[in-house]
């Protein structure tokens, strides 16, 4: 998975009732935390930067994931738009060339 980003673009994974994909995405986080094999980077932008803000129910994970060396990318004109530019509490605020650029770079990329 060295070679893999993850596409984040929902405040949680999948079509369900809000606490429900919160679990799912801390699960999902968690256990990719504890994979010997981890994605080169994540990329969060449109309500998926809701997960990297203050009050996020997955920061711990995401914390975890960065500590171990993911890369974190956060939109900044999604952070913008919902008025969180002050709230981030883990990656580094980027733009669509930075998503664009770890596309190019990766041999897989997942979206969830």
């Known amino acids: 998975m060295k070679d893999t980003i993850i596409l984040v673009t929902n405040n ?3 079509k369900a009732d809000l606490a429900l994909q919160h679990k799912l ?32 129910p997955v920061l711990a994970q995401l914390k975890a994931l960065e500590e171990k060396g ?28 930075d998503i664009i650029e770890a596309q190019t770079k990766a041999s897989k990329v997942i979206s969830i």
């Open 12 to 14: 949680g994974m999948g």
């Open 70 to 97: 993911v890369r974190l990318i956060l939109c900044s004109t999604c952070l913008d738009y919902y008025g969180l530019n002050d709230q981030a509490q883990v990656g580094i605020v980027g733009g669509m060339t």
């Open 25 to 56: 995405a801390a699960k999902y986080f968690e256990l990719l935390t504890e994979n010997t094999h981890l994605p080169a980077a994540i990329c969060f932008y449109a309500d998926g930067v809701k997960l990297t803000v203050t009050g996020s």
